[in-house]
């Protein structure tokens, strides 16, 4: 798939500012090779809006914030099928998003994503001269470049916010699906209900569902919101409000994720924690977090159902 093909996905949903976020884009793609690769269900409402409000009733909770885990004993091997099945019992599963579901920025590298969120706020605002320090501009992680954009003032987390989940929309309707996910999701929704909490774009999350017809079996779907970008995971923030929407304890869930702050924010809210090693060394990476189990496939969970 050319370029331009990827300009034209983008261009409905950038706005105002896409001219400059083009230019950026275009010299990205040139540093990177000048090619890419080439409805709704049981939602309801749960996203973050009026995550001020919830906020402030967590930061007022008595609990401990401190990053602690269940008392259970940490893996040093990658977990068995019946490891898993004695693991999870009947608990709900919560799903992380980018990494266990599939792999939302396959055809733009996250490292485009950023220069095109950067490029993007400077325009926005460019009658206030916005720069960035060195570090943000080589900043490869758009996640990071939103938490620096949002320190900078509302107006300015929320233009970030805004331009982020524009170009993860785009990309969840062609995002590659990680081996077994999705038949992990339809066998797992016949027993229990499947739930979805990631730092990424509840309408993304959304979107790959529905284009896949997964959405008939989510349970529920709880994504960023501009209100909370202080409080993405590894904060317990998302996972807290999460159970709380939902109406369950931690004991009564079981959160799969494919990456540390995963685990820390799962052990945060006093949930198990099931850590995806989808790239070679991540057993190691996971074992100072502690979590319940590691697997490097999904078809591990399936087998375990």
Known sequence: MQVDAAFCRIA???????????????????????????????FGQADL????????????????????????VAPTRLASPADIAALIGDRTLIFDFDGPVCSLFSEFTNVQVSDIMRRSIRWRFRFQRVSFPPKINREKD??????????????FGIAGEKKLSALEVVAARTAKPTPYAHELIRTASKSRDVVFASNNATAAVKT?????????YASGVFGRSSHILSRLKPDRFLLEHTLSELGLSPDQVVYIGDSTTDVMAAHASGIRAIAYANKPGKLASFM??????????????????
Do not use: N
């Open 49 to 72: 809006r009026g995550g001020r409000e919830i906020e402030q009733g967590i930061q007022s909770s008595s609990r401990d914030s401190s990053f602690g885990s269940p008392s259970l």
């Open 288 to 305: 100072p977090y502690e979590p319940e189990a590691v697997v490097d496939s999904m078809s591990v969970l399936l087998r375990a159902l």
């Open 12 to 42: 409905d949903l950038l706005g105002e500012d896409i001219q400059e976020v083009v230019t950026g884009l275009s010299s990205s793609y040139l540093r990177a090779g000048g090619e890419v690769s080439g409805a709704t269900g049981r």
């Open 208 to 216: 790959y569902l529905a284009t896949h017809d997964l959405d008939r």
């Open 142 to 155: 758009p996640f990071e470049v939103l938490r620096y954009v949002a320190k900078l003032g509302e107006d």
